[in-house]
T-cell receptor
Framework: KAGVTQTPRYLIKTRGQQVTLSCSPI?????VSWYQQTPGQGLQFLFE???????NKGNFPGRFSGRQFSNSRSEMNVSTLELGDSALYLC????????????FGQGTRLTVV | SQQGEEDPQALSIQEGENATMNCSYK?????LQWYRQNSGRGLVHLIL?????REKHSGRLRVTLDTSKKSSSLLITASRAADTASYFC????????????FGQGTTLQVKP
């Protein structure tokens, strides 16, 4: 069974640009969540999608957005990039039930210069 | 916000020794999960323990859960150099959705 796939693995962007990250969940998983990991703040929840609907959102500015497609694949977008957006962005997928195991992808390392 | 606090923040041991990491959390939970992360890569799911379980084993891993103390521990027995990684505990927020709340993690170094 294929795991969670995130693309691209690495990305370098310039301040002010925007970026789109992609996440393909494990087959059959309909819940997809996104997290930001930085040395200073640790792992922080961005948002969760289930059946194409955002079900929960973390405490991030509106520059961070996401969506989920009918095949459960998800994308997150960050507009007007800032240096502080440099981080490892992780996607997790889980089965539809509540409080189930969450499986993570390898992450996308975003560097903003 | 971090729900969990992990202790110790860093641990260095020799191969063959056991490693114990502790995690505390604040709110009531349905389950608690442990993850491993190698050098800035993705999180690998290790084990999930439910609130009605006190102990769970998976290979060389042993996890305990004490809901009265809101704490959990992860024991790695007979450690190997390949166990060198950061270990995180995570629980779901009280909103009962897909929001996992992580501790700051324990960095484990196993010396050959």
């Amino acid at each position: 069974k294929a795991g969670v796939t995130q693309t691209p693995r690495y990305l370098i962007k310039t301040r002010g640009q925007q970026v789109t990250l992609s996440c393909s969940p494990i087959s059959g998983h309909r819940s997809v969540s996104w997290y930001q990991q930085t040395p200073g703040q640790g792992l922080q929840f961005l948002f969760e999608y289930f059946s194409e609907t955002q079900r929960n959102k973390g405490n991030f500015p509106g520059r961070f957005s996401g969506r989920q497609f009918s095949n459960s694949r998800s994308e997150m977008n960050v507009s007007t990039l800032e240096l502080g957006d440099s981080a490892l962005y992780l996607c997790a997928s889980s089965l539809p039930g509540r409080n189930t195991e969450a499986f993570f992808g390898q992450g996308t390392r975003l560097t903003v210069v | 916000s971090q729900q969990g606090e992990e202790d110790p923040q860093a641990l260095s041991i020799q191969e063959g020794e056991n490693a114990t990491m502790n995690c505390s959390y604040k709110t009531s939970i349905n389950n608690l999960q442990w993850y491993r992360q190698n050098s800035g890569r993705g999180l690998v799911h290790l084990i999930l323990i439910r609130s009605n379980e006190r102990e769970k084993h998976s290979g060389r891993l042993r996890v305990t859960l004490d809901t009265s103390k809101k704490s959990s521990s992860l024991l790695i027995t007979a450690s190997r150099a390949a166990d060198t990684a950061s270990y995180f505990c995570a629980t779901y927020g009280s909103s009962n959705t897909g929001k996992l709340i992580f501790g700051q993690g324990t960095t484990l170094q196993v010396k050959p």
